[in-house]
């Protein structure tokens, strides 16, 4: 399979035998939610996602999913109460509640409040409930509010400002808090909240380098100017997380499915992973099957490019983790075979000054004629196998790296599979020859297309130029024994 499977772990999955199931079924990436837990409460996961990864003898990568900023009403008085289409509702900070009897709706951050004026939108409870701004009663303070449809007020709810700039961060200090506690356990991969520009990814790269680490941060994609800003945050993020719940609040709807397409297409051209989230496979926390109409969604999804989809409440509190992991697993194959068919080809480069992007190129269609059993990637930073992944070869990808950190970031990459080597062997083309030698996924006479980035005198920036085909040799004969598990040579008589 060449989608990557993201799970979330909760109390219908924090067990070993049920992640065990579910990584069999294709699960590579463990989703820790910081908000509703800390470091020590996922510490016991990490331990059980080595132990699997020991025993399966597979890179696993536990992602942390980052809080962000609560943006919630506070106590709404009688709550819940009846709001009807055209009443009028007020909307301020808790000290500026005023004289009568229109409910009041109190924010937490009056923050927020800030440049909102007359005609702009106010969503509660997961856009249940809709208001407009009918009149601006005290300047970035207090409003009042006509609903656009019926619905329950009730305290501590969701709100949301589409469209609206938030003048409020997304790294807390509960996530500075999480970060710190969470590299500290040895978590894989950091995801932001609430993402509104490049700045805010900057911030939390910073972070992570003054702890002494480094692992990629996936910026979550949940507010319209995160999509205006797309291209700067692509530009720093080491990948993007199509979050539809929030990102739905934030926009209409009916552009929700081409917003997700042109996201899921920016990330290709960058070569940057994405995952695509929110009920997915909803109905299945209760239902042993899904709808018909997610499966579509999933398979949907793949057919737009994306290299990872999302199971959250599914795996995370479902009656059935294992199950929907499986029909993930089962739509992702069936769509798979569909969209390479119909890609027919390894995607054209657009034309611009990229040797290392048309190398990727020429390795996919060469991988293509020679009936390749695969592509090998000698990729130090990552990069070189995710150029490769950007033109969606029908071969599957060995991305092989000496950065454990590396290789486990590689698990968010479209066809990528991540192996760990050795440095005992300088040189990075031999590196591949010798894992191809070496490995039981290859048999004598399979012939695998390799690509690399080995600097040459005179070249400054390492980065891939090199291509090769290569044999197996039918016959290794010699195996020198190794202590420190570093590569070494096999010597073979070819033919």
Request: aromatic share 6%; hydrophobic share 40%; proline share 6%.
């Amino acid at each position: 399979m060449h989608c990557k499977i993201v799970v979330t772990l909760g109390p219908a999955s924090l067990d070993y035998d049920v992640m065990k199931a579910m990584v069999r079924y294709g699960a590579r990436i463990f989703r820790l939610n910081f908000s509703h837990a800390d470091a020590a409460f996922f510490k016991p996961a990490l331990k059980m996602i080595r132990d699997l990864e020991r025993e399966l003898d597979l890179p696993l990568t536990a992602m942390a999913d980052l809080c962000g900023p609560k943006v919630r009403i506070g106590e709404v008085e009688g709550s819940p109460r009846q709001v009807n289409k055209g009443e009028y509702v007020h909307l301020g900070a808790p000290e500026h509640k005023p004289a009568g009897t229109a409910p009041f709706i109190s924010l937490e951050m009056p923050a927020l409040l800030r440049g909102l004026d007359v005609g702009m939108s106010v969503n509660l409870s997961d856009g249940m409930l809709q208001f407009k701004v009918s009149r601006v009663i005290r300047r970035d303070e207090l409003f009042e509010l006509e609903a656009q449809n019926a619905g329950l007020l009730s305290s501590h709810k969701g709100v949301s400002f589409p469209g609206k700039s938030h003048p409020i961060k997304a790294l807390t200090e509960k996530d500075r808090k999480d970060v710190r506690e969470a590299l500290e356990i040895g978590i894989d991969a950091v995801a932001l909240s609430f993402v509104q520009e490049a700045a805010d990814v900057i911030e939390l790269r910073d972070l992570i380098k003054s702890h002494g680490a480094w692992v990629p941060v996936i910026a979550k994609l949940e507010r319209q100017n995160a999509v205006d800003n797309l291209e700067a945050i692509l530009a720093h993020a080491d990948g993007v997380m199509v979050a539809r719940g929030d990102l739905g609040l934030e926009c209409p709807l009916s552009a929700l499915p081409i917003i997700q397409k042109r996201i899921l297409r920016a990330c290709r051209h960058a070569q940057k992973p994405a995952i695509v989230a929110t009920q997915m496979l909803l109905s299945m926390v209760k239902n042993p099957l899904p709808t018909r109409a997610e499966c579509t969604d999933v398979a949907n999804a793949i057919l737009d490019g994306t290299d990872c989809v999302m199971l959250s409440e599914e795996t995370a509190i479902g009656n059935y983790p294992v199950e929907a992991v499986r029909y993930m697993n089962d739509i992702a194959r069936e769509a798979e075979a569909y969209y390479l068919e119909r890609l027919g080809e390894p995607y054209f480069p657009k034309k611009e000054k990229n040797p290392a992007k048309y190398l990727a190129y020429a390795a996919c269609l060469l991988a293509d004629n020679a009936e390749s059993k695969a592509l090998v990637c000698h990729s130090t930073s990552g990069r070189t196998a995710r150029l490769v992944s950007s033109r969606r070869p029908a071969q599957p990808i060995v991305a092989l790296t000496p950065d454990s950190a590396v290789m486990r970031a590689l698990n968010f990459v479209w066809g990528v599979h991540p192996r760990l080597v050795g440095t005992a062997v300088e040189n990075h083309t031999a590196r591949a020859e010798l894992f191809v030698q070496q490995s039981p996924e290859f048999q004598p006479g399979d012939n695998v297309i390799i690509t690399s980035g080995q600097a040459t005198p005179g070249q400054m920036d390492i980065s891939t130029n090199e291509v090769k085909i290569y044999y197996k040799y039918k016959q290794p004969c010699f195996s020198p024994p190794t202590s420190s598990g570093d590569a070494f040579f096999v010597r073979c008589t070819p033919g």
